[in-house]
């Protein structure tokens, strides 16, 4: 069995963040997106691992992932020459890579917390033709939702309804033998939907139209989904609060105040702070003079002086100088200057793409 895992799409619900950087090489908790879903790929026995990219992604793709070793997999790069052309043609453009072959599509911008074995083995067991993975999900209204018969089989696939059937999503998880190949071509292949896209949906329509089996199976773990600020914070918040290892790898400087779960790392310069976890502090950065509140991320080489960060996300080489207000529920991109001489609000939050350079 192999994964297919994508970096590509346009990612414009986390622009201006995403201008730069494709969303799936972005930090959640000090970890690029993408490193979740393949961790729990990893994690689930599959060895074989199919990376999608844009068109010019292929450097930075590799530049994160390389050949899949560090995880114990096998990386094939694919491009994607249509990054609008929805999740179906990301299939599409892999049916040469995978043959004959079992296979799942991980998206890369969901996390599943409690990994996905279960799913990959009930798959691997029970053999359907397509595996569709859901879960009770409060506001399912803006997501794809399941519609089953009296027999609770699976006969269709909501995008978005104003008033969903039931309390399931379908979240980005999805699971085919190659029959699905087969509604790529033909005169009952499947089209672009109104928006120009192969829509996921469309392979499982196919297929049970076709007399196909098509399971369905419930994830009961959390589901995270962070393709828009909002969710990034939340995302952000929740891995720290279940993932983090408290760590400290450089010195503390004498008038410096840690407490909770909080990590530093090498190379790390900590004076005259107060740190507050949980909190995830990467190598060569320096707090001087500040206080870090709970649920902060800080990547590589960033420099906070004088100031004041809480709930917030900061990418690689971030400076945060003499900022009098305090920071809040922000995301920051790499190399973002923030500085101020003035204190007239009490209370600032941000959402910067890289390099930006704001004076206050």
């Known amino acids: 069995m192999k994964a297919i895992i994508p970096t590509g799409g346009i990612g414009s619900r986390m622009q201006p963040i995403s201008f730069y950087v494709n969303k799936h090489f972005l930090p959640v908790a000090n970890k690029p997106l993408i490193f979740y879903p393949i961790e729990a790929v990893a994690s689930s026995g599959i060895k074989d691992v199919l990376i999608t990219y844009n068109p010019g992604g292929l450097d930075i793709a590799k530049k994160f ?82 519609v089953f018969n009296k027999k609770g089989e699976l006969v269709d696939y909501l995008e978005k309804p104003q008033k969903p059937p039931n309390e399931f999503v379908i979240p980005g998880l999805y699971f085919f033998d190659n029959n699905v190949f087969k509604c790529f071509t033909g005169k009952d292949k499947i089209t672009p939907s109104e928006r120009g896209e192969l829509e996921i949906r469309s392979p499982y329509m196919w297929l049970i139209k076709h007399g196909y089996k098509v399971d369905v199976i419930e994830y009961k773990g959390r589901w995270l989904d962070p393709g828009k600020f909002d969710d990034w914070i939340d995302s952000n918040q929740y891995l720290l609060d279940k993932t983090l290892e ?115």
């Open 246 to 360: 408290p760590k400290i790898e450089s010195k503390i400087e004498d008038g410096s105040d840690i407490s909770g779960r909080v990590y530093v790392g090498h190379n790390c310069v900590i004076r005259n702070s107060e740190i507050r976890g949980p909190v995830s502090i990467k190598d060569n950065t320096s707090i001087i003079d500040s206080y870090i509140g709970p649920y902060t991320s800080i990547d590589e080489g960033c420099l906070i002086e004088g100031s004041r960060i809480e709930n917030c996300v900061l990418m690689n080489n971030v400076k945060i100088y003499k900022v009098k207000q305090q920071i809040d529920n922000s995301l920051i991109g790499s190399e973002a200057s923030i500085s101020s001489t003035d204190g007239r609000h009490s209370c600032l939050e941000f959402f910067i793409g890289e390099k930006a350079n704001i004076k206050l």
């Open 65 to 146: 992932l390389g050949d899949g070793s560090n995880w114990g997999l096998k990386f094939t790069y694919v491009v994607q020459e249509n990054p609008r052309g929805g999740l179906a043609d990301i299939i599409r453009v892999c049916e040469k890579e995978l043959k004959k072959d079992l296979f799942l599509l991980h998206l890369g911008d969901n996390i599943f917390t409690e990994g996905i074995k279960s799913q990959v083995d009930y798959f691997l067991n029970k053999k359907p033709n397509g595996l569709v993975t859901m879960l009770k999900f409060k506001d399912n209204s803006r997501l794809g939702v399941p």
